[in-house]
């Protein structure tokens, strides 16, 4: 079984966020607890993909590809742990 990736939702609001809902879209999961708290701050807040491993960690790289040819931070990803803690993806 894969883990679970999600990806920083205030990263995805930035001002290109159209196109980043767009390739997300396919991906979004509607179970319950779609969005879960990553973390103990205020923008840790984080939605999940509904997709395999290797399909998220595609959308991830192309959005984090897409950060760097415009000079921005990475958009924050995340892997759930075993244990249901999540922990950040490093590129």
Known sequence: MNARLA???A??????????????APV???????????????DD????????????????DFLRMAD?????YLTRAYVEGPRGGWRKVQS
């Open 7 to 9: 990806l920083n939702i």
């Open 11 to 24: 990263d995805l609001t930035r001002f290109d966020s159209i196109i980043r809902q767009c390739m997300i």
């Open 28 to 42: 979004l999961s509607n179970d319950n607890g779609a969005v879960v708290n990553v973390g103990p701050n205020m």
């Open 45 to 60: 807040s984080a939605i999940i993909l509904n997709c395999d491993d290797k399909r998220g960690r595609a959308v991830i």
């Open 68 to 72: 760097g040819k415009a000079k921005r």
